[in-house]
């Protein structure tokens, strides 16, 4: 609405159901966060600092500000679907999984590649809301979020999260998201794959850098002309990957 992007008829508050959908725990094999969670409760979660460590805080540390992380909430950030926001990246690096609930309480889960559709538009119906994102657990896991900006708290130029589960090693799973850098969150697949099954080293990282500077779409912008917003993917993807490495080894 403040971009004037969109003119509603009717606003709904929906904080006074926050109680039921502000949470961070474990079920099973999965970490689940409440899409009325606050990014600063991300921020200062040890669950998450336990299951997830350095990627969850690193991108909450450089959102916005101590404002916006007090209000500001998970499914606030996703559905808002701006492509320059940190904390979508760390999602889909993450493999997290969105969960949308209709009439009657019908839920359907939806992968992040499908949740975003395009700048400010996401896959949620006009009947739904989003209301809890679930993460699987990977043994052995280490994360970064790299962000590149022009004064602190601001949108990204760039930004670049990893994740990687490491075991014996060998990388068991990797995720790979660059943001400001297409119409939507990008998910780098292609380097995601060339990591899997490989030992980590900064050679293999350095390569995965490419990938991610030749696969993003990035515009020239007051941010920036496209081919720098290019080279700096590469060069974040790398970083990120490296100190996930050395955090999941440690």
């Known amino acids: 609405m403040k971009l004037r992007l969109a003119n509603p008829g009717h606003v709904i508050d929906i904080n006074p159901i926050e109680p039921e959908l502000n949470y961070i725990r474990q079920e099973g094999n999965e970490i689940r966060i409440g899409a009325l969670t606050r990014h600063v409760n991300m921020l200062e979660s040890d669950l998450l600092a336990r299951t997830f460590p350095d990627i969850f805080r690193e991108a909450e540390a450089v959102l916005a500000d101590p404002v916006v992380r007090n209000r500001g909430t998970m499914g606030g950030s996703l559905c808002q679907s701006d492509p320059a926001e940190d904390l979508s990246g760390v999602v889909v690096a993450l493999k997290g999984k969105a969960v949308l609930r209709?009439?009657?309480?019908?839920?359907?889960?939806?992968?992040?590649?499908?949740?975003?559709?395009?700048p400010y538009m996401t896959a949620v119906g006009p009947t739904e809301m989003l209301i809890e994102v679930r993460f699987p657990i990977h043994p052995g896991f280490g994360?970064?979020?790299?962000?590149?900006?022009?004064?602190?708290?601001d949108f990204a130029i760039v930004a670049a999260s990893a994740a990687l589960s490491i075991q014996g090693g060998t990388i068991q799973t990797a995720g790979v998201a660059c943001s400001a850098v297409g119409p939507t969150t990008m998910h780098i697949k292609r380097a995601e794959e060339a990591l899997v099954g490989k030992a980590p080293s900064e050679e293999l990282f350095q390569q995965a850098g490419q990938m991610a500077s030749a696969d993003c779409s990035p515009n020239s912008d007051g941010r920036g002309p496209a081919d720098y917003k290019r080279a700096v993917a590469g060069v974040l993807t790398q970083?990120?990957?490296?100190?996930a490495a050395a955090t999941a080894l440690r």
Do not use: T
């Open 239 to 243: 970083r990120a990957l490296s100190r």
């Open 102 to 118: 209709g009439p009657g309480g019908a839920e359907r889960v939806v992968e992040m590649d499908e949740f975003h559709i395009g």
């Open 143 to 153: 994360g970064a979020h790299e962000k590149v900006e022009r004064r602190a708290g």
